[in-house]
């Protein structure tokens, strides 16, 4: 816990410790910056809320996400860089120095670097909020076993859906995957697996209008928007993966970001402030991966070593 009194300088202070925060920690430590990795829930970030990876190089075959984010959490504390959970709430500038603040406390640093990812965002449907944790779920991994036997619904098209709704396959009886196109943002090698799989049923060009249930989840009402029809489909749980929010409240209104709140950078991961870079998801970018991600720490890292000398 920070003391709320301290005034420790670091050389850099990274927010996040997901694939792409782990890097950039990685990449410090070998720098020999003085380096301080804040996360605040979990090591690992969304990748942890899949079970595993197939298209991360050097594992044919696929890693469990829990193995992979072990042997990068290692590479970092090899280096004694410490991890502290702690939730940072807004960044102050101030003669060069950025101060942190967390709920816990205070922090000075001559840099940092956002990698504090992204979120799913919901679908935002009657029956969702209410719902939650009584069925409605936006992690396969964790509540996965819960279903066994049960009947699914898994909402979305892209990578997310499909990969989730092969790996629920594996618990449920049956998996119904509502998407509201016929075509699929999922990679192609997906799509043709979850096609292959006969316990997923695909019900395209359809939404979910509102998700029934009292206590907890009974079913969907299922909008076709082929033919504008409405159709009840019993169930006892909805998987919903409709893509991502960045988490950058913290410092809205003080970066540059789109719309969405997606922090917009340079080639070198500089922000529209000196002396903060952005890498990961929280960036605005075309391909949201491990891989690039992970560049991105070390490209991030590589950048605040040449502005802090
Ligand atoms: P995504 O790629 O943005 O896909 C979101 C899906 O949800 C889309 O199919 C979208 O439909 C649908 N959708 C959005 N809002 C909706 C609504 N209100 N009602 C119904 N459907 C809605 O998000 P994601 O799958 O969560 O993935 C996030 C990022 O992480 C992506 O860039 C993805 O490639 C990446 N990722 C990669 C991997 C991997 O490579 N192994 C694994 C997981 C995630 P439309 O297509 O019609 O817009």
């Known amino acids: 816990m920070a003391d709320p009194m301290a005034k420790i300088s670091y050389d ?5 410790a997901g694939p792409s925060g782990l890097v950039a920690g990685l990449y410090a430590g070998r ?49 004694n860089i410490p991890i502290k959970r702690e939730e940072v709430l807004g960044i102050s500038p101030r003669d060069g120095i950025y101060n942190i603040k967390t709920k816990d406390g205070n922090y000075e640093t001559k840099s940092v670097i956002i990698a504090s990812g992204t979120q799913p965002r919901p679908l935002g449907v009657g029956g ?7 069925g409605v779920s936006y992690c396969g991994t964790c509540d996965g076993p819960l279903f066994k036997n049960k009947e699914i619904v898994v909402v979305g098209g892209g990578d997310r859906a499909i990969e989730e709704a092969i790996f629920l396959s594996g618990y449920a009886s049956k998996v119904s995957l509502i ?47 082929a033919n504008n029809s409405l159709r009840e489909l019993g169930c006892q749980g909805v998987f919903i993966f409709v893509g991502i929010t960045p988490n950058t409240a913290f410092v809205k209104g ?11 950078t340079d080639e070198d991961l500089n922000t529209s402030l000196k002396g903060i870079f952005a890498c ?30």
């Open 128 to 134: 969702e909020d209410r719902l939650i944790g009584r």
């Open 280 to 309: 990961g998801d929280c960036r605005k970018k075309s391909l949201y991966q491990v891989i690039n991600g992970c560049g991105e720490g070390a490209q991030a890292a590589h950048s605040v070593h040449k502005y802090l000398q």
């Open 254 to 264: 003080q970066l540059q970001m789109d719309e969405a709140g997606f922090i917009i």
């Open 179 to 225: 998407h509201r196109r016929q075509g699929f943002r999922a990679s192609k090698i997906l799509e043709e697996s979850a096609k292959n799989n006969p316990r997923i049923n695909f019900i395209l060009e359809s939404v979910i209008e509102e998700i029934v249930g009292q206590n907890k989840v009974e079913g969907v009402k299922i909008r076709s928007l």
């Open 12 to 16: 850099l202070i990274i927010i996040g």
């Open 31 to 79: 720098y020999r910056l003085n380096t301080l990795i804040l996360e605040r829930i979990a090591v690992g970030g969304q990748i942890i809320l899949s079970h595993s990876i197939e298209n991360f190089p050097g594992f044919p075959g696929g890693i469990a996400t829990s193995e992979l984010i072990e042997r990068f959490k290692k590479q970092v504390d090899d280096l």
